[in-house]
């Protein structure tokens, strides 16, 4: 059963992430660099916990259930975004392309329309992520940032929609940082659903 739903325009770097995020850590290391294409519809990401735990008690079922299934639906499917939001998952993460100001406003319409989507549920969760930060200049990310939040509208978004816990952290895939981190908001929203 799936618990999260992984979502972003193309190219945002949902696959990536996923591919980081549920591999274990001498894949990660191996895969650092290696090639992802775009994903044609959806792919499906089972990202584990307990792995090294796992490897040692072999039959450690408790360590073999340790894990969260995510979703990622691909920028292509961009249109039918809602729909998959209203049929259950309550927690998404939602990427977004930091270094990319062109399709930002295409970036904010998709967003604002998911939030709306999850407003009905008694409680909803959405992490955002800012990626590619590797990409923009190290003196303008403050700045950068607080133009993205601001055409997303999500200090307003925050307030309206008070039934949805929002978080934001930006990143760069192949810094180790971020793997804890998202790994961690995936366990604990992953297994509240
Ligand atoms: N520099 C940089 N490149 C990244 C980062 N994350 C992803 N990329 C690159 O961005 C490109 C697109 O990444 P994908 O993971 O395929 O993007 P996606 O969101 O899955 O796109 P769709 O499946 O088409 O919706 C790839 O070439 C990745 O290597 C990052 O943090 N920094
Ligand atoms: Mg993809």
């Known amino acids: 059963m799936v618990h999260v739903i992984c979502l972003g325009v193309t190219g945002a770097g949902k696959t990536t992430l996923l591919k980081r995020l549920s591999a274990s850590s001498e894949e990660q290391d191996a895969g650092k660099h290696s090639v992802v294409i775009p994903t044609v519809g959806v792919n499906h990401f089972c990202v584990k916990f307990s792995l090294e735990k796992a490897k040692s008690k072999k039959k ?43 399709r930002l406003a295409q970036v904010a319409f998709h967003f604002v329309d998911c939030v709306a989507a999850l407003s009905n549920k008694a409680q909803a969760s959405i992490l955002v992520l800012y990626s590619k930060i590797d990409l923009v200049d190290e003196t303008k990310v403050g700045e950068k940032l607080r133009r993205i939040r601001q055409i997303l509208q999500l200090p307003h978004l925050k307030s309206w929609y008070t039934n949805v816990d929002f978080r934001e952290l930006q990143y760069c895939v192949w810094d180790d940082y971020c793997v804890p981190v998202i790994k961690d908001w995936i366990r604990k929203k992953g297994r509240a659903n």
Request: no cysteine; net charge negative.
């Open 60 to 102: 450690n079922r408790a360590a073999d259930d340790d894990s969260v299934e995510v979703l990622e639906l691909g920028g292509d499917l961009a249109q039918t975004w809602t729909s998959y939001l209203a049929l259950s998952p309550l927690s998404v993460i939602f990427v977004i392309d930091a270094s990319d100001t062109i």
